[in-house]
């Protein structure tokens, strides 16, 4: 699984080179769904990210602007983003670069006992391997988030995607269910994730805590049925969960005031 997630890294760092190599001058300032930041401030946010997991310090600089930043990861972020704004886009496209070949490079020539070491991830305590995983949902939803600033769909199937629209269900949607959503011991809700790299699941609610399962025998207070493109809008905080509800992007089968409820609550990405 470790060399898999440093194959999909790869895969998910060139796409979203590739990408970048068609944007025009107008393209790299665009805005984007991600407050406060545009197209090159998120290639930033990466390379970013990246070169501060390769042990680099982080500039010495002092954001102009934390307004929409809530937490100490969002000022670290934050950091990396402002200190390169004065870049010009080739600049920003060969940071990235340099950046992510580099950490490729060291990836490849982890071992075992590397992946599984100890690590901080975004989820809370974890493993290195863990936080792979989550470097790769970052990438390839905020190439997700440039595609949409710059109408440029495309990356919606393929190896890169299916893994990470599992991962959020695996990583989330437990959380959501039981303690974002409040629901009871005995709950267990249905997903039906439609699209190219579409699944199912299913949450089941046990000591407080939400467990995704991909069968179950309980019965299923409610069946919750969404796009792909509409479950990561949800579980990434991209638009308004009563906005995408008003627009029938989301249908129900049994209990539709439970259902409503955990879909304005779906969000869990920071």
Known sequence: MGTELVDLLDRAWRS???LCTQLSPEDWNRSTDCPGWTVKDIVSHIAGTESWLLGRPLPNHEPQSIDHVHNEIGRINEVQVDSRRPWPPEQVLADYREVT???LEILRGWTEQDLNADSWTPFGPGTAKRLLAARLGDT???????????????HQEGPVPRYVLRDLARSGLGYVVAKKAGCPDGTTIGFEITGPEGFGCFVTVNGGRGKVVDATADDVQVSITMDQATFLHLVAGRGDPVAELDADHVAFEGDKELGSHIVRNMRFMI
């Open 16 to 18: 979203l080179d590739d």
């Open 101 to 103: 070949e580099e950490r």
């Open 140 to 154: 390839w939803i905020h190439e997700q988030d440039i595609r949409s600033a710059v109408d440029r769909s495309g």
